[in-house]
Structures are given as C-alpha cells and as structure tokens.
C-alpha cells in the first residue's frame, strides 16, 4: 500500500512532459554526485550525459564519427596545415602538433571569452598529481604554445595518435583559479595524500555540486536547479555560439528527473511523465516489453554500442590474497563455472554479443579468436582443486579453514542487473563458490570511496559497464599505471588491479604506432594477454535501450558519440519547427 501511495503521489507531483512549452523531460535511473567537472574525475556514464548538454570542446564527432569544429574555427587536417606529423629518418612519427584558432564569439555563460588561459589552465591541472583524474593520457605528453591571442598549437612529444580527432577539455580560470591557488597553497606540501585528497573534493564540489551549481558552462545549456534526489534542470545558454538558425524554435528548457527504479521509469514513460528515457535508464527487457506496447505513444530503440558489461574481479589487498583472487587460475575456474551464452539467450533474446575481451566487434581492433570461456564445470572444478580449495560437508570450497566465500556488487534498483547476479550466484553454488549480493546506489558504486579503493576489501565482484569509443580504443584501461592507489590519489580506472609487465610495453607502443595493420597485431597480443588472465570476467557488449515520443527531432547517438546530448543545441521538437537533422539509425 504504501509503495502504491508513494508512486502516486511522485506521478502527481511530476511536470507534465511534452512540447508545450519547448521543454524536454528525460527520465534516469543515476543521479551524478557531481556535474560540470572539466577534470571528469566522477566516472559516472549519467554525469557525461548530462555534461553533454552543458559542455562545448574546441571539436566534436557527430554520430558518423565525423569531426566538426565546435570551440575552434575549424578542424586541423593535413590539408589546411592546422594538423603536422614530424618523422625521422627511418620514417616513424616522432611528434605531432594541432593548431586552434579560438572563435571569437565563443564565451562562457557569464559572457567572459573563452580564451588560451581556459586551456592552459586546465592542461595544468590535468597534470597534477593531487587532482585524480581517471587518466592524464595522452595530456602527459601536450604543451600548450600561444601564437597570438586566439590561436595555440598543442605539441605531443612522444607523439598522440588521435591528435587531429581528440581535443583538449578547458575550465573557466577567471572562476577557478582563486580557489585553485588556495588549494595549491594548502596541498603543496601535504605528505598525507588522504588530506590532498579530501582538500580536492572540497574544491571540486565547490563548483560542481547541487548545492554548488557550476557558475559557468561554455555548452548550449546551463544549470538552473538541481534538487537532489529529485531532478536536475537545464535552461538554453543564449550566449551559445553555436545555435542553430532560429533557435527560439529548439529545446529551452531540459529537465532530468532521477528514478532509481527502473521499473518506476517505465511507469513514467507509459503513462506520458517522460518525452525520452536516457541511455542510462531501461534495461533490456523493460525495452522489449515497451516496443511490445507502443501504439504510437513513444518508440523504443536499440542502439548498438561499445557498453562493455562484465565484472572486475578485486585482486588488491590481503582479502583478495586469501581467497586467490590475485591468481589468474581463480579469476577462470569463476569464469568456467558460469553459462554466459545461456544468460543472454534467457535475459536479451540472444540479441547482446557475449564477450571474451574488453574490445567489442564494432571496433577494428577486434580480436575473434581468443579462449571462448564456455561453461565447462568440470575445467572449473579443477582449477578450484589445483589451487588448494576443496568442497566441505555443505558443499561450499574451503581451504586452511576458511570458506571460498566472495562479495559481489552492483548497482541497486538496476532490475537487469540484479537479476544477472542471482542467476550467476545460483551457478558458482552449483560448483561450491558462496556469493554474496551487496548492492550499493550507483553513487556509492562509482563514488571515491568504494572501487578504486579495492585494497581496502570492501568488494570481491563488481558488476558495472565500461563505455568505450570505438574510434580512439587505446587499451589504457589496463595499463599498470592506471592501478588507483593512495600515491596517485587514487586516480585510474584499472580497479581490478591488474599488472602486466608485457601488456604494458605493447600497451606503450601501440600509443605511437600509426600504421593501422601494425596496430592491430599489437592489440592482437594484448588481448590474447589480456583473455588469458581474465582480471574482469567478461559477460557481454550491451545495445544501449532509450525510448522517446515522436515529434523529438535530433534525440540520437551511436557507439561513437554515445549520449544524446552530444547534439544538445539542436534537439527540439517539430511541432515547434526544429528541424530534423539527425535520425536514429
């Protein structure tokens, strides 16, 4: 009864979706903990949607993988000499360099313009050793050179592949740099890197949070409000220099609302709460039931992508040590007991590719023939046994009398998910493994304080999606560097752990290896490596579920540009004469 009271009052209490007043209402199953930060130091697949809406970089790809002058007055290409390679003698790129010119209506919301320093500035801070950026690659290796007041040209030394197609992100140092020069103060010579730690959040959050919305944006949209729990709301920037032709006719207000229940989510979309659910909304079959039930109402699509779902596996810290899983025979014996081909045929109609390696079949580098990890109970069992760990009188593994008895995490409410994880729990019993479901809000999940500090042994198993482009797939996810610790402010993404002395040196030279064919025997290796030892148990490559009304122009995405809000400025509705430029494919 009360969930029934509950769920009516937030119908009634929602505002009414639809074109009336050239708005758009998006429903969500994430809340970010943060938006708006330049250094995207919150991993959180929500935080960069909602941030597409607010953000503008000096380029951008459209849905065909095509780059377009945002920021910059135009694209650097070979061509027009904005783009240059240097080689020695024996023909190998050395360095290579990227010149932008700074358009000159382009402006932050306040109206200040963006400038050389915004860049350089962010550059700076980027490299820092006490901001924990998930990856400071390849902005290690830039220098930022001024040639007049609008125009730069940014150098890599060693040389960055993607150079011509990758822009720099900026931040609004007329507005962050007081605070910054305080916290540099603070921090310089802090030995405690919890301290720094906690002096950053302390900074970041002064800019990015709902009680601190960020104070400037550069993108088509800005903050407005955002009530915690509830929804966050977006109005048009009209100092945005990249409108389309009568942009009074397009979006000018867009609202988030959060709904941690996707089950909740879909009784929005159904009964017309919603004009669109985000790529971080539905599950699968929630899509499928909703296609099913349309009648013109709304239309579901299914977006192939590059949504790695799989489950890292903690090898950090004595916890791990004792129950083997820093040993690649553990990470297989758990992955042999499992019937992947099963779960998707049962959860997704067989329609979600399996996978056995972080690299999907719609990037070039896609390895086929690696080890296929097929359910093969009786390989599990003697991988358990090789390792010491023997069935008790209840069944469950045991060895030096302690129980084979792992964690096993995800995001709460998420429906798919949770009913991924009862299935599996179900099969590693069947072969004496005990799971136990610990769930967590996504904010907890993705937050500081739960994966990247695996050491600390607050999980064993963590389910949750990576979300790669494609395009520019570097295998930085796996470095050795990228491993979160104190030291590095618990910065990388390479929350399994996982060291790999020749995955790093191939890693190292396919980020200068510009010859196509070269590159992909390179990530051949790396994946072979990589699939051998199985520091994620890899499950399958999603298709990202969205559902929108019709009359929605310009709401679309692929693997390459990922989020709808890549092409905020232009999202509208027709009824109110947006023009339709995009259609989802």
Same mark, same amino acid.
């Given at each position: 009864?009360?969930?029934?009271?509950?769920?009516?009052?937030?119908?009634?209490?929602?505002?009414?979706?639809?074109?009336?007043?050239?708005?758009?209402?998006?429903?969500?199953?994430?809340?970010?903990?943060?938006?708006?930060?330049?250094?995207?130091?919150?991993?959180?697949?929500?935080?960069?949607?909602?941030?597409?809406?607010?953000?503008?970089?000096?380029?951008?790809?459209?849905?065909?993988?095509?780059?377009?002058?945002?920021?910059?007055?135009?694209?650097?290409?070979?061509?027009?000499?904005?783009?240059?390679?240097?080689?020695?003698?024996?023909?190998?790129?050395?360095?290579?360099?990227?010149?932008?010119?700074?358009?000159?209506?382009?402006?932050? !919301?306040?109206?200040?313009?963006?400038?050389?320093?915004?860049?350089?500035?962010?550059?700076?801070?980027?490299?820092?050793?006490?901001?924990?950026?998930?990856?400071?690659?390849?902005?290690?290796?830039?220098?930022?050179?001024?040639?007049?007041?609008?125009?730069?040209?940014?150098?890599?030394?060693?040389?960055?592949?993607?150079?011509?197609?990758?822009?720099?992100?900026?931040?609004?140092?007329?507005?962050?740099?007081?605070?910054?020069?305080?916290?540099?103060?603070?921090?310089?010579?802090?030995?405690?890197?919890?301290?720094?730690?906690?002096?950053?959040?302390?900074?970041?959050?002064?800019?990015?949070?709902?009680?601190?919305?960020?104070?400037?944006?550069?993108?088509?949209?800005?903050?407005?409000?955002?009530?915690?729990?509830?929804?966050?709301? #977006?109005?048009?920037?009209?100092?945005?220099?990249?409108?389309?032709?009568?942009?009074?006719?397009?979006?000018?207000?867009?609202?988030?609302?959060?709904?941690?229940?996707?089950?909740?989510?879909?009784?929005?979309?159904?009964?017309?709460?919603?004009?669109?659910?985000?790529?971080?909304?539905?599950?699968?079959?929630?899509?499928?039931?909703?296609?099913?039930?349309?009648?013109?109402?709304?239309?579901?699509?299914?977006?192939?992508?590059?949504?790695?779902?799989?489950?890292?596996?903690?090898?950090?810290?004595?916890?791990?040590?004792?129950?083997?899983?820093?040993?690649?025979?553990?990470?297989?014996?758990?992955?042999?007991?499992?019937?992947?081909?099963?779960?998707?045929?049962?959860?997704?109609?067989?329609?979600?590719?399996?996978?056995?390696?972080?690299?999907?079949?719609?990037?070039?580098?896609?390895?086929?023939?690696?080890?296929?990890?097929?359910?093969?109970?009786?390989?599990?069992?003697?991988?358990?046994?090789?390792?010491?760990?023997?069935?008790?009188?209840?069944?469950?593994?045991?060895?030096?009398?302690?129980?084979?008895?792992?964690?096993?995490?995800?995001?709460?409410?998420?429906?798919?998910?949770?009913?991924?994880?009862?299935?599996?729990?179900?099969?590693?019993?069947?072969?004496?493994?005990?799971?136990?479901?610990?769930?967590?809000?996504?904010?907890?999940?993705?937050?500081?304080?739960?994966?990247?500090?695996?050491? !600390?042994?607050?999980?064993?198993?963590?389910?949750?999606?990576?979300?790669?482009?494609?395009?520019?797939?570097?295998?930085?996810?796996?470095?050795?560097?990228?491993?979160?610790?104190?030291?590095?402010?618990?910065?990388?993404?390479?929350?399994?752990?996982?060291?790999?002395?020749?995955?790093?040196?191939?890693?190292?030279?396919?980020?200068?290896?510009?010859?196509?064919?070269?590159?992909?025997?390179?990530?051949?290796? #790396?994946?072979?490596?990589?699939?051998?030892?199985?520091?994620?148990?890899?499950?399958?490559?999603?298709?990202?579920?969205?559902?929108?009304?019709?009359?929605?122009?310009?709401?679309?995405?692929?693997?390459?540009?990922?989020?709808?809000?890549?092409?905020?400025?232009?999202?509208?509705?027709?009824?109110?004469?947006?023009?339709?430029?995009?259609?989802?494919?």
């Amino acid at each position: 009864m009360k969930k029934t009271l509950a769920l009516t009052a937030f119908l009634l209490g929602a505002a009414l979706a639809g074109p009336a007043n050239n708005s758009l209402v998006v429903g969500t199953s994430q809340e970010p903990p943060n938006i708006y930060d330049p250094w995207n130091t919150n991993n959180l697949a929500i935080t960069s949607e909602i941030n597409g809406y607010m953000g503008a970089g000096l380029t951008y790809q459209d849905d065909d993988g095509v780059t377009k002058a945002d920021i910059a007055t135009r694209v650097p290409t070979l061509a027009n000499g904005d783009y240059k390679v240097v080689k020695d003698a024996k023909g190998d790129v050395i360095r290579n360099s990227v010149t932008y010119t700074i358009r000159k209506d382009a402006k932050w !919301s306040d109206g200040t313009p963006i400038k050389i320093a915004d860049f350089q500035f962010w550059l700076k801070l980027e490299n820092d050793d006490r901001v924990p950026v998930p990856d400071r690659d390849p902005w290690n290796r830039a220098k930022i050179t001024a040639n007049d007041a609008d125009t730069f040209t940014i150098t890599f030394e060693p040389p960055y592949l993607f150079a011509d197609q990758v822009s720099p992100g900026l931040a609004p140092s007329h507005i962050m740099s007081a605070a910054w020069n305080a916290f540099d103060a603070k921090t310089k010579n802090e030995k405690d890197a919890k301290v720094t730690n906690e002096e950053w959040k302390k900074f970041i959050s002064s800019f990015t949070t709902a009680r601190n919305l960020p104070k400037v944006v550069a993108g088509p949209f800005k903050p407005t409000a955002w009530r915690t729990g509830n929804s966050l709301i #977006m109005t048009r920037n009209p100092v945005y220099w990249n409108q389309p032709k009568n942009p009074e006719n397009y979006l000018q207000t867009v609202t988030y609302r959060f709904i941690p229940n996707t089950n909740t989510l879909k009784v929005n979309i159904l009964s017309g709460q919603l004009d669109a659910v985000s790529a971080v909304g539905l599950t699968f079959d929630q899509g499928t039931d909703l296609a099913r039930n349309e009648r013109n109402k709304y239309k579901t699509y299914f977006v192939p992508g590059a949504v790695w779902e799989h489950i890292d596996i903690n090898a950090r810290g004595q916890r791990a040590k004792d129950l083997d899983l820093d040993d690649p025979r553990m990470r297989q014996a758990l992955l042999y007991s499992i019937d992947r081909d099963a779960l998707v045929k049962a959860l997704f109609q067989g329609k979600q590719a399996v996978s056995n390696s972080w690299i999907g079949p719609v990037s070039k580098l896609y390895k086929k023939d690696v080890t296929d990890y097929n359910l093969n109970v009786a390989k599990a069992k003697q991988l358990f046994a090789a390792l010491g760990w023997t069935p008790g009188s209840d069944g469950i593994l045991q060895k030096s009398g302690k129980k084979l008895s792992l964690n096993f995490s995800t995001t709460a409410g998420n429906s798919t998910r949770e009913r991924v994880q009862q299935i599996l729990q179900a099969q590693w019993k069947a072969v004496g493994v005990q799971v136990n479901i610990q769930n967590y809000p996504a904010s907890v999940v993705f937050g500081p304080d739960f994966l990247s500090k695996g050491e !600390s042994g607050k999980w064993d198993m963590a389910m949750y999606a990576w979300t790669n482009n494609p395009v520019f797939e570097e295998g930085n996810l796996w470095k050795s560097e990228g491993i979160p610790t104190a030291a590095n402010g618990y910065s990388g993404q390479n929350n399994p752990g996982w060291n790999n002395a020749e995955y790093d040196k191939l890693y190292k030279q396919a980020k200068v290896e510009f010859n196509q064919a070269d590159r992909i025997k390179l990530f051949d290796r #790396m994946q072979a490596i990589w699939n051998s030892e199985v520091p994620s148990l890899p499950l399958y490559f999603r298709v990202n579920v969205y559902t929108k009304v019709p009359g929605l122009v310009n709401y679309t995405f692929s693997a390459i540009t990922q989020y709808p809000s890549w092409n905020a400025a232009n999202i509208g509705w027709a009824s109110k004469g947006a023009a339709e430029e995009y259609k989802q494919k």
